[in-house]
């Protein structure tokens, strides 16, 4: 992300990031072991994959979290890339021990440089959002909050 960062400083572009959070996980894990647990995160992998240009990065942040990073794109064609990722995961058939499991995701959006300068500040700033979109109901994409300092 460093790179991707310092090239649309140099060059004046603006980069979006998407944090995604798998929504109950845990639950998922409890219900049907970490088994189904790692298929549903390798699915999920495999279906956000679809929905990203070959220009994003995918990376596993951390759990069940995920960022997507992409370059030259605003804050408008990340939203529209996220709402894509998260109506995919909520039709998506997710299976195990022969039932289907309803699985959905939150995520948040930021963008460079409108909501943060700084690679972690930006990074806090897509945080926040997922947050916001997991204390909303979850299975929902919120944007970064524009009147925040753009970094700590």
């Known amino acids: 992300m460093e790179e991707e960062l310092n090239l649309a400083k140099r060059f004046r572009n603006k980069l979006s990031l998407i944090m995604l959070d798998i929504d109950h996980f845990k639950k998922i894990n409890d219900t049907y072991g970490h088994g189904i647990g790692d298929v549903v995160l390798q699915e999920t992998i495999e279906v956000v994959r679809g929905q990203i240009s070959s220009t994003d990065s995918l990376c596993r942040y951390g759990g069940e979290e995920f960022t997507v990073i992409m370059p030259e794109t605003d804050m408008e064609a990340a939203m ?9 995961i909520e039709e998506h058939a997710f299976y195990g021990e022969d039932k289907l499991i309803n699985v ?11 909501h943060a300068i700084l690679k972690q500040a930006l990074v806090e700033r897509a945080d926040a959002a997922l947050y916001d979109a997991k204390h909303s ?8 909050k524009k009147d925040e300092q753009k970094d700590v």
């Not at 529209?80 to 995919?88: D, H, N, P, V």
């Not at 959905?104 to 409108?114: F, K, Q, R």
């Open 80 to 88: 529209t890339t996220a709402e894509k990722i998260r109506k995919s």
């Open 137 to 144: 109901g979850r299975n929902n994409v919120k944007l970064a």
């Open 104 to 114: 959905t995701i939150s995520l948040g959006v930021a963008e460079y440089p409108t």
